[in-house]
RNA sequence: GGCGGCAUAGCCAAGUGGUAAGGCAGCGGCCUGCAAAGCCGUUAUUCGUCAGUUCGAAUCUGACUGCCGCCUCCA
């Protein structure tokens, strides 16, 4: 199967070969710590999730590296005013981003690397960079000469002349050309600084990359990733530095993913749109999020909608509902996959043309109807072919949605819908039986108004109720229990029913 | 102004030359005392508008309309 995917260097979709057969280097943009994770970052995170995930079940020896950027202006000013030291904002905001991440089940990149542990590598490619004749020093820092790298602005489509445009910019008569870009910053009074060949400073927004990736992938590497916005300047400047220390640009492939939009605009932090994914977290399944987050092409924008949301959530207590009748019916089912089945066939298909998460994604919701049909049909034979032929395409399905997609990774029974749906007030579990027990006995009298008024209560209550015989569940919030018909009421549960009336129960 | 992208049902969203996936919401039915969950059926003669190429176009070409992103803070 040929892994295809659009290269933002040549705008068109190509064939993904391996430099090294059998093996794949990513190196992804991660974020500048300086403030909270939002929607955005978690689409990046997640999209080249499952890249890796998918290239792994492939069978690719995969290394995937994601950067944290914990130097620069934001995170400076940000300590300033908090009359703290940079490093302390870094790792309060990389703490949230790991934390949020790990909610999201993305999994840990094989290196996530942070700026300042490669000041040294730095100062090795900016040394390495002068000595080619493509950068020079002006003033306590060094630049590098945008004219002096062969094909520069290819990947953002823009040519040195003229660029950029002047009245946009800072004065800084420091530089050669309006477009040249600091590889290491002289530093002013008061900032955070490394001693360096050029006198004290810090390294320019861009040089980070060009060196951890080098570092830990070498150069050149498969696929470098991250979002549209990082296009230019920032992996335009990646690949001048790259040619300039190596004279070979970073990364054969660049994959760059939509962004994440609010009403029409980009969600950003500065423009202050950006829901804080912690309390969106409170409120939707982190796997709602993650389904959320893969329902759009990955080149695409994705709106940010409540209700799109809400529906993701839908979308998730679907396939728990299906697990949960999966496991029942099967028992824990081989975490194998079967690389022939025409499930994987189908939805690796999907995935391999250029990332298509929603084409993939319907073929699991058809399979899922296709499942829930069979598991109807073969409730009574559990021996004949459709039985057999049904538990490997379960088998497969939830190794799909577990181990590629990251969904589905809680079992069936620790998935609450409940807790999602509704925000109630506290029950204990007892003033809860108690309820359910009062409940039982008006159903073994027939008197279906008591026991309609009496759901209606736990219902109100944010319990959920479902009779199966002559058992009843209920679940809570996280709690759940059962009755069987015939148990005893605890005394006191009239006082509970008291309690608890409201306009509505006044029928009983 | 320069560069790039997008327009598919009530909503979300695949499909890049062979006759419109999937999801959500809705509606009808089965099941259930009621409900929940599940299942079945149903919802675009049509893909922003106009013209062209072709036996054939949502898919290719041109024009137009509308929306968005980047152009040194950015995932």
């Not at 060009?210 to 990646?238: C, K, Q, V, W, Y």
Request: proline content about 6%.
């Amino acid at each position: 199967m040929n892994l295809r995917f659009h290269n933002t260097l040549s705008r068109k979709v190509e064939d993904l070969r391996p430099l090294e057969a059998g093996r794949l280097g990513i190196y992804v943009c991660g974020p500048t710590v300086y403030d909270a994770p939002h929607l955005g970052h978690a689409r990046s995170a997640v999209v080249f999730d499952v890249f890796r995930r998918f290239f792994e079940a492939l069978g690719y020896n995969v290394t995937l590296v994601r950067n944290i950027t914990d130097i620069d202006d934001k995170i400076i000013l940000k300590a300033q005013a908090a009359g703290t030291d940079y490093r302390t904002i870094a790792e309060r905001y990389q703490n949230q981003y790991d934390a949020v991440m790990a909610a999201l089940n993305v999994r840990a990149p094989h290196a996530a690397p942070r700026a300042t542990a490669y000041i040294g590598t730095c100062q090795e490619l900016v040394a390495r960079m002068l000595r080619n004749g493509h950068a020079y020093r002006s003033g306590k820092s060094v630049y590098l000469a945008i004219h002096s790298c062969r094909d520069y602005g290819r990947l953002s489509g823009r040519s040195c002349d003229p660029l950029p445009d002047i009245s946009r910019c800072r004065e800084q008569p420091e530089k050669r050309h309006p477009g040249d870009f600091a590889l290491w910053k002289g530093s002013k009074t008061g900032e955070p600084q490394w001693s360096s060949p050029w006198g004290p400073g810090r390294p320019g927004w861009h040089i980070e990359c060009t060196a951890m990736s080098h570092a830990l992938l070498n150069t050149p590497f498969d696929i470098h990733g991250g979002g549209r916005d990082l296009i230019f300047p920032h992996h335009e400047n990646e690949i001048a530095q790259s040619i300039a220390a190596f004279g070979k640009p970073p990364a054969a492939m660049w994959l760059h993913h939509g962004m994440v939009t609010v009403g029409q605009a980009k969600m950003a932090k500065s423009k202050g749109n950006a829901p804080p994914l912690e309390a969106l977290l409170q409120t939707y399944p982190p796997e709602a999020v993650r389904l959320f987050l893969l329902s759009r092409h990955y080149r695409r924008d994705l709106p940010y909608t409540e209700s799109a949301l809400q529906e993701s959530t839908a979308q998730l207590n679907r396939l728990y509902a299906l697990a949960r009748r999966l496991q029942a019916a099967f028992g824990n089912l081989s975490p194998t996959p079967c690389r022939q089945s025409f499930l994987w066939q189908r939805f690796s298909r999907n995935l391999a043309s250029d990332g298509n998460f929603a084409g993939g994604l319907s073929v699991l919701f058809e399979t899922a109807r296709d499942l829930n049909r069979a598991l109807d049909a073969t409730v009574a034979n559990r021996y004949g072919a459709l039985w057999r032929t049904t538990r490997s395409t379960a088998a497969d399905w939830r190794y799909i949605c577990r181990d590629i997609l990251g969904v589905l990774h809680m079992t069936a029974e620790a998935h609450d819908p409940a807790r999602h749906k509704i925000q109630a007030p506290v029950l204990s579990p007892a003033a809860i039986e108690g309820l359910v027990i009062r409940r039982q006995a008006a159903r073994k009298n027939l008197d279906w108004g008591t026991a309609d008024a009496l759901r209606g209560v736990l219902e109100e209550n944010g319990v959920r109720l479902q009779d199966k015989n002559h058992e009843t569940f209920w679940q809570h919030g996280k709690q759940r229990g059962k009755i069987t018909a015939g148990a005893q009421c605890d005394d006191g549960f009239e006082t509970i029913c008291q309690s608890n009336r409201h306009p509505s129960t006044k029928t009983v």
